[in-house]
T-cell receptor, first 120, second 116 residues
Framework: AQKVTQAQTEISVVEKEDVTLDCVYE???????LFWYKQPPSGELVFLIR??????QNEISGRYSWNFQKSTSSFNFTITASQVVDSAVYFC?????????????????FGTGTRLTIIP | GAGVSQSPRYKVAKRGQDVALRCDPI?????LFWYQQALGQGPEFLTY????????KSGLPSDRFFAERPEGSVSTLKIQRTQQEDSAVYLC??????????????FGPGTRLTVL
C-alpha cells in the first residue's frame, strides 16, 4: 500500500523566514506522481504542484520551490521569505493507480498535513 | 472559469437521518472523485467516476454510503442513517482526463457534515 508521511505536524516561523515542509512517501509503483496542496482556513484544497516520478529536477515558482529526491523517497517543499498569507495546512499527496493503467486518473493518498503559521 | 462547487457548505444532521451532498465539477471534466476528511487528517479516497460510470468505490466505508453521477456531470453523495462517525468534511474533486496520464485534481470547498 502507498503511504505519505508528513512528520511535521505544526510549524511556526516569523514572517520573512524561509521554511521547509518535509514529505516522505512509500510506493511499489515505478511510475507515480507527487503533489502538494494548500488548505487555507476556508477549507478548499488549492493545487500547488504535480511532479512525475521520472522527473527529478527541482522546480521553483516564485517564492516556492520543491526538492524531489527519489533516492530518499522525499518531496520537500520550501517557502522563501514567508508571508502571513502562507499560513495554511499543506498536504503532500501520492497518486495510486485505479483499476488499470489505461484509466489515466488515479486516486490520491494524502499525508496528514503540516499546519504552517507565519507570525507577523 | 468556475471551479468545483459543492452544496451545502455546512450540514447538521441528527443521528439516523439521511443526507445528500452535491458536487458540480468543472465543466468538461471527465473524472470526479469524492474524499472524506476527518478533523486533523488528510483527505481519504471514497469513490471515483469516469463520466457516469462509477469505476471505483473501494473507499466507501459502509453500504450506507452511496454515490451517483447519472448524466456524467453533477454528482451526489448520499449517506443513509447517519452516524456520529460520519462527521467530517466531504471533498469533491474533478479532473480533465488525459488518456494514459495522471491529471491534476481540482477540489471544491467541501461540505462539513456534523452528525449530532
Amino acid at each position: 500500500a502507498q503511504k505519505v508521511t508528513q512528520a511535521q505536524t505544526e510549524i511556526s516561523v516569523v514572517e520573512k523566514e524561509d521554511v521547509t515542509l518535509d514529505c516522505v512517501y512509500e510506493t511499489r509503483d515505478t511510475t507515480y506522481y507527487l503533489f502538494w496542496y494548500k488548505q487555507p482556513p476556508s477549507g478548499e484544497l488549492v493545487f500547488l504542484i504535480r511532479r512525475n516520478s521520472f522527473d527529478e529536477q527541482n522546480e521553483i515558482s516564485g517564492r516556492y520551490s520543491w526538492n524531489f529526491q527519489k533516492s530518499t523517497s522525499s518531496f520537500n517543499f520550501t517557502i522563501t521569505a514567508s508571508q502571513v498569507v502562507d499560513s495554511a495546512v499543506y498536504f503532500c499527496a501520492l497518486s495510486e493507480a485505479l483499476g488499470g493503467s489505461n484509466f489515466g486518473n488515479e486516486k490520491l493518498t494524502f499525508g496528514t498535513g503540516t499546519r504552517l503559521t507565519i507570525i507577523p | 472559469g468556475a471551479g468545483v462547487s459543492q452544496s451545502p457548505r455546512y450540514k447538521v444532521a441528527k443521528r439516523g437521518q439521511d443526507v445528500a451532498l452535491r458536487c458540480d465539477p468543472i465543466s468538461g471534466h471527465v473524472s470526479l472523485f469524492w474524499y472524506q476528511q476527518a478533523l486533523g487528517q488528510g483527505p481519504e479516497f471514497l469513490t471515483y467516476f469516469q463520466n457516469e460510470a462509477q469505476l471505483d468505490k473501494s473507499g466507501l466505508p459502509s453500504d450506507r454510503f452511496f454515490a451517483e453521477r447519472p448524466e456524467g456531470s453533477v454528482s451526489t453523495l448520499k449517506i443513509q442513517r447517519t452516524q456520529q462517525e460520519d462527521s467530517a468534511v466531504y471533498l469533491c474533486a474533478s479532473s480533465l482526463e488525459l488518456a494514459g496520464n495522471t491529471d491534476t485534481q481540482y477540489f471544491g470547498p467541501g461540505t462539513r457534515l456534523t452528525v449530532l
